[in-house]
């Protein structure tokens, strides 16, 4: 099972991202998916989540309005477009997996990705 996130970079405010999380040893059908960051000094918050059936969406309150959370299920890839960027999105973003149906990000993730760093300068 691998998580693989890219896409993250140097943005100014009010700039945009994409970041894309391509799974591989399972389907995005058995399993939720979540971007989770971690800003320098801070511990890791969830950020958006997408149930495995992804009928069901989860968005922090900090990211809502400008984070979309998608997936192609032929791709077996998870996307996180980020729009509106502030200097307070400045994190390594991570995608995980969990085989549930719905997450609510409080439990641990079954499977972590590798992060991507996004940095936003003011």
């Known amino acids: 099972v691998q998580l693989q996130a890219c896409g993250g970079g140097l943005v100014q405010a009010g700039g945009s991202l994409r970041l894309s999380c391509e799974v591989s040893?399972?389907?995005?059908?058995?399993?939720?998916i979540a971007w989770f960051r971690q800003p320098p000094g801070k511990e890791r918050e969830g950020v958006s989540c997408?149930?495995?059936?992804?009928?069901?969406?989860y968005y922090a309150d900090s990211v809502k309005g400008r984070f979309t959370i998608s997936r192609d299920k032929d791709k077996n890839t998870v996307y996180l477009q980020m729009n509106s960027l502030k200097p307070e999105d400045t994190a390594v973003y991570y995608c995980?997996?969990?085989?549930?149906?719905?997450?609510?990000?409080?439990?641990?993730?079954?499977?972590w990705g590798q992060g991507t760093l996004v940095t936003v300068s003011s």
């Open positions: 995980a997996a969990k085989r549930t149906p719905v997450w609510g990000l409080r439990s641990p993730p079954d499977y």
């Open positions: 040893g399972f389907t995005l059908g058995d399993y939720a």
């Open positions: 997408v149930s495995r059936r992804g009928d069901s969406l």
